[in-house]
């Protein structure tokens, strides 16, 4: 029984180089989501795939934030020429999609920008 | 997307029952409630979901009045364990519409 499964699970990087998180939602979930949570906040929406249909992208911070879903299964969020604001935990989500507004979270992956 | 708005933070002592409310007075019809508990370096747990009445589970209950501008989160007799971070979310169960949480309650259970 696998849940949502996020790799890498912490990643340090320099400022400036672009890095790439990958969610491994439920199977046979629709609904994938992305949030963000820097320390002692609450959640960021970055982005929310659903089925087939096209992206929400309006919580992205920027244009150098980007994510794609492949085959309505893994997700990669990619963020490109990191800040140090980028520095935070990156949550990822899925749900059924239909029928509950339950969300399955992943561990997350923590990200820290040097 | 339904605003919701919530206390901050609130206080309690184990043993006591726990009711934080949420604000949402711009529901939608086909809008449900759910309420998720955060724990420290965790992501969030769905706890609760309703749409209208009480809705009642092994973990919490959920009242929720007949207008539905807002909802009530009760944890009964609450422990030390229930420390965290509870979020109140308004959306659909289903479509295109992305759910979003807001800054949720810090609940701090002291002994």
């Known amino acids: 029984g696998a849940g949502v499964s996020q790799s890498p699970s912490n990643k340090v990087t320099e400022k400036g180089k672009d890095v790439e998180l990958r969610c491994d939602p439920i199977?046979?979930?629709?609904?994938l989501y992305w949030y963000r949570q820097s320390l002692g906040q609450g959640l960021e929406f970055l982005i929310y795939?659903?089925?087939?249909?096209?992206?929400?992208k309006s919580g992205l911070p920027s244009d150098r934030f980007s994510a794609e879903r492949t085959g309505g299964s893994v997700s990669t969020l990619t963020i490109q020429r990191t800040q140090q604001e980028d520095s935070a935990v990156y949550l990822c989500?899925?749900?059924?999609?239909?029928?509950?507004?339950?969300?399955?979270f992943g561990p997350g992956t923590r990200l820290t920008v040097l | 997307l339904a605003k919701t708005t919530q206390p901050v933070s609130m206080d309690s002592y184990e043993g006591q029952e726990v009711n934080i409310t949420c604000s949402h007075n711009?529901?939608?019809?086909?809008?449900?409630i759910t309420w998720y508990q955060q724990f420290p370096s965790q992501g969030p747990r769905f706890i609760i979901q309703?749409?209208?009445t009480k809705v009642t589970n092994e973990v919490a209950s959920l009242f929720i009045p007949a207008d539905r501008k807002s909802s009530t989160l009760s944890l009964p007799r609450v422990s030390l364990s229930d420390t965290a971070v509870y979020y109140c979310?308004?959306?659909?169960?289903?479509?295109?519409?992305?759910?979003?949480f807001g800054s949720g309650t810090r609940l701090q259970v002291q002994p």
């Open positions: 199977s046979g979930h629709t609904a």
């Open positions: 795939f659903q089925g087939n249909s096209a992206p929400d």
């Open positions: 711009n529901i939608a019809t086909n809008d449900y």
């Open positions: 979310l308004v959306g659909p169960d289903t479509g295109r519409r992305a759910l979003t």
């Open positions: 989500a899925s749900r059924s999609g239909t029928g509950s507004n339950e969300q399955f």
């Open positions: 309703g749409y209208k």
